[in-house]
């Protein structure tokens, strides 16, 4: 079973760009999206008519923003939606398919301001114990999306250059290790090992996706139950150049 997880930075526009080719190619029996920015009437009548995937939406509240939506080859339960509460922006939707527990994360950004930064630590702090009870369960359990933090050197084009920006803090790091160490394994890079990127996420300034300068801050992590059938991973970089400044990342399990 492939399992996949993609920020299309905008549904509608996402689809307009060839999305649909990249999920043909894709191929995945589950997919999580992240900021799809659109309730469910405003998108493109194509989606509603299509047969490959059925769709549960958890769309903010604010048109335009935010949002998750997970797509499945068949039907999933739909467990709820944010830690438990009330989720106003849409950041988290939970489903159950074929056995496998998704938790669709979309982690705000800090890039903004220190307002904005103290709400990404802020979300950070809850979902740290709230994942945790998630990763204990016998079942498999795939915490996957856009979380906003490139873990370690391998993560991120330049290092030093961002070592005082959001997404690359010391501090933000060392939860990332905490997070896993809390029961998590990074699939992509426990499958590919220790080298240099890929990269998911590339700035639209300078030539930065052309050049491959990029962040990996899109993740697929895995509980015991699924780290033990996972046999393949990978990120398709193309998709992160032809439709969204996002690249769609996988991750195979035996059945």
Known sequence: MRIASWNVNGLRAAWRKGMPKHLKKLGADAVMLQEIRCLPEQAPDEIHRQRTYKIAWNPAEKKGYAGTGTWTRGE???????????????????????????????????????????????????????????AALDEPVILG?????????????????????????????????????????????????????????????????ELNRGWRIDYLLGNTAATQRLVGAGIERQGGMEVSDYAPIWVDLAD
């Open 76 to 134: 999933a339960e739909t467990l709820g939606t944010g830690m438990d509460d009330a989720d106003a922006q849409g950041r988290i939707l939970r489903s159950r398919f074929n056995g496998v527990h998704l938790i669709n994360v979309y982690l705000p950004s800090g890039s903004r301001s220190d307002e904005a930064q103290a709400n990404k630590e802020a979300f950070m702090n809850r979902l740290m114990p709230w994942a945790a009870a998630l």
């Open 145 to 209: 999306g856009d979380l906003n933090i490139a873990h370690t050197k391998l993560d991120i084009h330049n290092a030093t250059g961002n070592k005082r920006n959001s997404g690359f803090l010391p501090h933000e790091r060392e939860w990332f290790t905490k997070f896993l160490g809390r029961g998590w394994t990074d699939m992509v890079r426990h499958q590919l090992g220790e080298q240099q990127g890929p990269y998911s996420w590339w700035s639209n300034r300078g030539r930065a996706r």
